[in-house]
């Protein structure tokens, strides 16, 4: 990562471009995931099923992650600032198009085409924001741009699920469409030019978990525990709605706590992660075994869908910046080349993950997406403890990324 501490941009133009960039990730994210909190009305206004509406995270999710080392690579000359612009255009067009949409084929080819320009964003954004600010902030810079996954969970997906309640889900995309229209008006205005400085193929991408066994690793637990989660993250709605007979001002109100816990995780694993990056990771991979069978065993009830969400969203906070500490610490000196493949792993999980998760609801029923949760999540945990310590190697002047201040 190229970094200068002569740098020619003021101070206060360089952090409110790293807070454009924290808000694009925002909005992407929460576009990305905002079906979570609609599939019911969703899939009742389309007149699909559950099932059928967890398409749109799942198409979503390939685009960005089968996509992004190949776009990269052929926007590889392209300035980043022009390149961040043009993301959220598309952002912004498709968000309105999917909410004036008439019917869902419509609505999944928007998500597909979307997609592709989120993964492009995983994998430019934190490497722009570190490229903003003088070389000594450069790992500050990518820890606020990354709480901007803490405030999409906390702020962005029930903020989704309080405008649904109270308007309807197409209004909800279209108020987003908003949104991302503003945020793109932030970084034509803020970002200045930034010329591509981190040209690398698609060969050079793909040949690096070939070398580099660390890095292998840690993209299998990525793989394993983003599966689990968002399988049955995708349908926590309809499984509270059927197991608790939960409201959707309920839901809401979980979906907050369990947003607040991730913020809560992420805070706790700043501090963690320089003292045993592994051990973060266990132990947040080890929460989330535990809060989903806690939501199977006492997630009947208000106080224990509650306190399960608590600890799911706490250990996944912990769990998400670790991953990315593990990755960086895997990879140093091919930071974006790792980024790439880590938005790839990613994405196409939550794409699985959310496929797989719509198969089990349809077919076996919600419980049963709760189910393979756990199995998947406790895999990551399983592979992270028989593997030892080769998923952290020790980097020399390296220290992990940290959760900001």
């Known amino acids: 990562m190229v970094t200068n501490d002569n740098h020619p941009h003021s101070i206060l133009r360089s952090w409110l471009g790293v807070s454009a960039i924290t808000a694009s990730l925002f909005v992407f994210l929460t576009t990305e995931l905002m079906p979570v909190g609609l599939l019911t009305p969703v899939s009742a206004s389309l007149g699909i099923s559950v099932g059928a509406a967890g398409l749109m995270v799942t198409l979503y999710g390939v685009s960005a992650g089968l996509g992004v080392p190949f776009i990269v690579a052929w926007t590889r000359r392209?300035?980043?600032?022009v390149l961040l612009s043009t993301l959220l255009v598309i952002l912004t067009v498709g968000n309105t198009i999917t909410a004036i949409s008439p019917n869902y084929p419509l609505v999944l080819t928007t998500r597909l085409v979307m997609g592709f320009a989120s993964g492009v964003f995983w994998?430019?954004?934190?490497?722009?924001?570190?490229?903003?600010?003088?070389?000594?902030?450069?790992?500050?810079?990518?820890?606020i741009v990354m709480?901007?996954?803490?405030?999409?969970?906390?702020?962005g997906i029930p903020l989704g699920t309080v405008l649904e309640s109270l308007t309807t889900w197409r209004t909800t995309f279209l108020i987003w469409a908003g949104l991302s229209a503003l945020v793109l008006l932030a970084?034509?205005?803020?970002?200045?030019?930034?010329?591509?400085?981190?040209?690398?193929?698609?060969?050079?991408?793909?040949?690096?978990?070939?070398?580099n066994a660390p890095l292998r690793l840690v993209l299998c637990t990525v793989v394993l525990f983003v599966l689990g989660h968002f399988g049955a993250y995708t349908f926590v709605r309809p499984y509270l709605e059927q197991s608790a007979a939960a409201t959707p001002l309920f839901i809401t109100v979980v979906l907050m706590v369990y947003g607040v816990g991730g913020a809560a995780g992420n805070f706790v694993a700043g501090f963690t992660v320089n003292r045993s990056l592994r051990g973060s990771f266990l132990a947040g991979c080890a929460g989330l075994v535990v809060s989903l069978l806690a939501l199977l065993a006492f997630g009947h009830g208000p106080v224990g869908s509650i306190v399960s969400l608590v600890l799911w969203g706490v250990s996944f906070g912990v769990v998400q910046l670790s991953q990315i500490n593990m990755t960086q610490a895997a990879a140093p000196d091919t930071f974006e080349a790792a980024m790439s493949l880590?938005?790839?792993?990613?994405?196409?999980?939550?794409?699985?993950?959310?496929?797989?998760?719509?198969?089990?609801?349809?077919?076996?029923?919600?419980?049963s997406v709760v189910w393979f949760g756990v199995a998947l999540t406790a895999a990551s945990l399983l592979l992270t403890l028989v593997t030892r310590r080769k998923t952290v190697?020790?980097?020399?002047?390296?220290?992990?990324?940290?959760?900001?201040?």
């Not at 392209?78 to 600032?81: G, I, L, M, S």
């Not at 994998?123 to 990518?142: D, F, K, N, Q, T």
């Not at 709480?147 to 702020?155: K, L």
């Open 78 to 81: 392209v300035n980043r600032r």
């Open 187 to 211: 970084v034509v205005t803020v970002i200045p030019s930034l010329p591509s400085t981190n040209a690398v193929s698609v060969r050079e991408v793909f040949g690096l978990p070939l070398r």
């Open 393 to 405: 190697r020790a980097v020399p002047g390296d220290a992990p990324v940290p959760a900001g201040k």
């Open 123 to 143: 994998a430019i954004g934190v490497s722009m924001a570190m490229r903003l600010v003088p070389g000594r902030h450069a790992s500050r810079a990518a820890a």
């Open 342 to 367: 880590n938005t790839m792993a990613y994405n196409t999980s939550i794409a699985l993950g959310a496929l797989f998760g719509g198969l089990f609801a349809d077919h076996v029923g919600v419980t």
């Open 147 to 155: 709480s901007g996954i803490s405030v999409a969970a906390v702020v």
